[in-house]
């Protein structure tokens, strides 16, 4: 009988069963918490002691976020405008050079003298709000009002006009000069490749003679004026005087002009 008794003492209830599970689950996660309750509040300790008032100690815990926000402040020098023909090819060529959507197409005089009889701000505008199929700034947001200006000024005087550049916004930074080979690629190519138009082809010495016994200085002057059919500085209004120049001692260079090659790279 005492055996019965003894072994019907060691089974537990399942309530009871319960609450020992219970137990031993909570006590090791009380004791888990407790310690790290100690470990914050030793740190916190230390971290409100002089040092951490020190003014190296506050600039070192801020030193990753003030890196970033000086970083894209724009603490640097001013990011240079990008240049009317870039933006075109960028953005505008897409439907401009094919005429898709109804856009005017590059060349296409009919379809641009309503447009450049309008004036340059008039199409800004229009620029800038969107059109018919052209999302406003062509859909490159982060275009500025000169950038759009300049890309408007290329085509436009691609296509019959005569436009100035426009002036740039104070504070700009200068775009950097095209090399000659950069102007002719851009600018002079097609028609100084083929001969169209009567214009000399590049690497021609004959047609070129001519030219090159003017000089230098009345052959740039001719271009930054625009005779015949070739419009003021081949049609690109953001050519500077020194871009035309290197254009054209680039083309002497390539009819074999004594030192005009040499001239492109320094002039």
């Not at 019907?8 to 020992?20: C, D, H, T, V």
């Not at 075109?88 to 109804?102: E, L, S």
């Not at 002497?252 to 001239?263: C, D, I, S, Y």
């Amino acid at each position: 009988m005492s055996g019965e008794k003894s072994d019907e003492s060691l089974i537990k209830p399942p309530r009871q069963l319960m609450a020992l599970l219970a137990i031993g689950f909570a006590v090791p996660a009380l004791i888990a918490a407790l310690i790290a309750l100690l470990v914050v509040t030793e740190g916190r300790k230390l971290d409100q002691g002089p040092s951490s008032l020190d003014a190296n100690a506050v600039a070192a815990r801020i030193k990753p976020v003030a890196e970033v926000a000086f970083a894209e402040s724009g603490g640097g020098a001013a990011k240079a405008a990008q240049t009317g023909e870039k933006v075109v090819q960028q953005y505008c060529a897409a439907c401009h050079a094919t005429g898709a959507a109804g856009a005017p197409k590059i060349g296409d005089k009919g379809s641009w003298t309503t447009r450049i009889g309008s004036g340059l701000d008039q199409m800004l505008k229009v620029s800038i709000s969107g059109k018919g199929a052209m999302p406003a700034r062509g859909g490159a947001a982060g275009l500025s009002d000169f950038e759009l200006a300049r890309a408007i000024v290329h085509m436009a005087n691609q296509s019959g006009g005569k436009l100035k550049e426009p002036a740039a916004p104070k504070g700009a930074a200068p775009a950097a000069e095209r090399s000659g080979e950069q102007v002719v690629q851009a600018a002079c190519i097609r028609c100084h490749e083929s001969g169209q138009s009567g214009a000399p082809r590049i690497g021609d010495k004959a047609a070129w003679s001519q030219r090159i016994s003017q000089g230098v200085d009345a052959v740039t002057k001719s271009a930054i004026r625009g005779h015949g059919s070739m419009p003021a500085r081949g049609g690109l209004a953001d050519l500077t005087d020194r871009e035309v120049t290197r254009a054209i001692l680039y083309m002497f260079g390539r009819a074999g002009a004594e030192g005009a090659a040499k001239k492109t790279a320094g002039k």
